[in-house]
């Protein structure tokens, strides 16, 4: 009777709200006994066979954790010799996990390599942030070199005003082109001065040199540059291709501080062909509009 005793607690354990057991009946007859106890030990069967099944499901999940931990790991390690042997012990760790028997020793394994993932991460992001400083000063230092030398070979207004001159007494087929950017002292103010140069050295480069430019680049005021542009005898023609060049906004992406910005620089254009008018006149003009006056052409 102890023994029914102790399967009657099983089976409320097993199936709770069931019928309740009936002792005596049990005890007198062996049959219902007989049918009570294999009843009893098919349903411990499938108790077991579905705990072995979740605690398989778990640890096929924790695998799956450890693959995706895994994948991490390769992918931050893939920084050179430096970055994957730091990471190798974690690596270890994980192929610990991954083999391991039970769930308690995966999952032992798997927190015990995230906390040296974490630790060689941080390594290794003071290492990286410590490189990142360093570029970011070397990269400053050669744009501040690059502004000098583009500053002492840029010509200011005189210049452009000689050149003026010189391409009407020579009769040559050139236009005058002029761009404003009336934004340049945000963006100096908000990026710098030697920053700002690189993006209009670089609007130069990609929008005014394919579109004809003829010689040097004139700082005509602080915000407007001046170029000459060869024309060929179709006004028209010139207009084109100019608005083509200067008439949309011209995105610069640089890094400044560690980060990569854009730059938008926008601008007033104007032209003029030179012959059609006055050369002074046309010089006028140019100190005009340089002032905020609307182009007349």
């Avoid at 992001?125 to 002492?152: D, K, M």
């Avoid at 004809?212 to 540059?225: E, L």
């Avoid at 062909?273 to 006055?278: A, S």
Wanted: aromatic fraction near 6%.
């Amino acid at each position: 009777m102890p023994c029914v005793a102790f399967a009657g607690v099983l089976s409320e354990e097993l199936a709770p709200g069931g019928s309740p057991v009936e002792f005596e009946t049990l005890r007198a007859d062996a049959g219902q006994r007989q049918e009570f106890f294999e009843d009893l030990a098919e349903r411990l069967r499938g108790r077991r066979e579905e705990e072995a099944r979740r605690q398989e499901e778990m640890r096929r999940e924790m695998q799956r954790l450890v693959a995706a931990f895994h994948q991490a790991v390769m992918a931050l390690a893939d920084g050179g010799e430096r970055a994957a042997g730091r990471f190798a012990a974690v690596q270890a760790k994980l192929d610990r996990a991954a083999r391991a028997e039970s769930l308690a020793a995966m999952r032992a394994a798997v927190y015990e390599a995230a906390e040296a993932l974490k630790r060689e991460s941080e390594a290794q992001r003071a290492e990286t942030a410590s490189q990142v400083e360093a570029l970011g000063r070397r990269l400053e230092e050669a744009r501040e070199r690059r502004a000098a030398r583009v500053e002492g070979r840029m010509a200011g207004r005189e210049a452009g005003v000689r050149a003026l001159r010189e391409a009407v007494a020579r009769g040559s087929g050139l236009a005058v082109a002029g761009v404003v950017f009336d934004r340049l002292p945000m963006v100096e103010n908000r990026f710098g001065r030697v920053v700002a140069q690189e993006a209009l050295e670089a609007f130069e480069q990609e929008r005014v040199l394919p579109s004809g430019c003829v010689g040097p680049v004139y700082a005509w005021t602080p915000q407007m540059r001046v170029w000459l542009v060869e024309a060929g005898g179709d006004g028209e023609a010139v207009r084109d291709r100019l608005n083509a060049a200067l008439g949309e906004p011209f995105e610069y992406r640089t890094v400044v501080g560690g980060r990569v910005v854009t730059l938008v620089l926008e601008g007033r254009w104007m032209w003029g062909l030179l012959g059609r008018t006055d050369v002074e006149t046309l010089i006028e003009e140019v100190d005009l509009f340089a002032a905020g006056a609307p182009s007349r052409r």
